[in-house]
């Protein structure tokens, strides 16, 4: 691989993103791609500037053109939702953004991973495939695992414990259906429901109480606190963007709930949306399908249904 990867979008996602692949040494090479020039040059160039003191990289403004030879393409443009738009209205403008980049950046970049971030990531991703033909193995959706890794910390308070040592994942549609695996969660391999059980010393490591509803309110209402405070959310893509581009560089699969075109998985067809799958140098390796519980297996397809029926109110 060449160690090469081109951003479309160079707002306040795509800028963070590729700050912190620098920051983290992961690329040797960026591209940055905006219709607003002079915002992709002035972010490059204040990323390039702080090269010394982070990690040797090339970074610069280009043009589709530039994508050539890129191994992965992380798509973040898209207009987020105006007061009183509707989801259906605000999907078809990001679904046309999308028609008009992707006939561009495929002709320079056809064998590249493509990497979806924009919103509705879900629907997005299945539009990619359609339009041109890609194999859904290259076209990732970021997701759920921002979803994720808000549970995650969220349960790492409660229990008191290291955030890397909580594996609990949500699942299904990056929106509203989504909903926690909770029969899968677990502290360092052992089930959330047991763990308290296992403490030798109680007084040491306090569970707080909870309740799953609690959490899940958390997970699905932090991005609107967010947004609320400072306008926007970047810091917590910007590290999963970066988590799955250390994955696919690495050369071992890794397993992350992406979002990605199902094919007969937990009953579901021609749509994407969030399972856990493995990822390499080759993109999606293959989608797992971890044991649910009946209600969650229940959840997963009222998520995908949701989705569809907002895929059939738009244009493609």
Not at 81 to 100: A, C, E, F, H
Not at 220 to 227: D, R, V
Request: aromatic share 6%; proline share 3%; charged share 20%.
């Amino acid at each position: 691989m060449n160690n090469k990867v081109t951003i479309i979008g160079a707002g306040s996602v795509g800028a963070t993103v590729a700050y912190t692949l620098v920051a983290t040494g992961s690329v040797a090479e960026i591209v940055l791609i905006d219709v607003n020039e002079a915002k992709a040059k002035g972010e490059a160039l204040d990323i390039l500037q702080a090269t010394p003191y982070l990690s040797p990289a090339k970074i610069y403004f280009g043009t589709y053109e530039d994508a050539v030879g890129s191994d992965i393409v992380v798509v973040t443009s898209g207009v987020g939702r105006k007061p009183g738009q509707s989801r259906i209205d605000l999907t078809q403008t990001n679904v046309n953004i999308l028609k008009s980049i992707a006939p561009q950046i495929v002709k320079y970049a056809p064998d590249a991973l493509y990497l979806f971030v924009a919103n509705p990531v879900d629907v997005l991703t299945y539009v990619f495939c359609k339009i041109t033909g890609v194999p859904r193995n290259r076209v990732i959706g970021t997701g759920t695992t921002l979803d994720s890794i808000r549970l995650r910390t969220r349960l790492s308070e409660l229990y008191s414990v290291n955030q890397q040592q909580v594996h609990a994942y949500v699942l299904g549609e990056h929106g509203d259906s989504s909903f926690v695996a909770w029969s899968t969660a677990d502290i360092s391999g052992i089930p959330l429901k047991e763990y308290e059980n296992t403490l030798t010393d109680k007084s040491v490591l306090k569970v707080a109480p909870y309740t799953h509803e609690e959490v899940e309110e958390y997970v699905k209402k932090s991005g609107g606190q967010i947004i609320a405070g400072k306008g926007a959310t970047f810091y917590g893509i910007a590290a999963c963007v970066t988590k799955i581009i250390n994955c696919i560089y690495s050369s071992a699969y890794s397993i992350l709930p992406v979002s990605t075109v199902l094919d007969g998985e937990y009953g579901i067809s021609d749509v994407a949306l969030s399972t856990l799958c493995a990822i390499s140098s080759e993109g999606i390796v293959t989608t797992l399908t971890p044991k649910l519980s009946d209600e969650e297996v229940e959840k997963m397809k009222h998520s995908a249904e949701v989705l569809k029926g907002v895929i059939a109110q738009i244009e493609i």
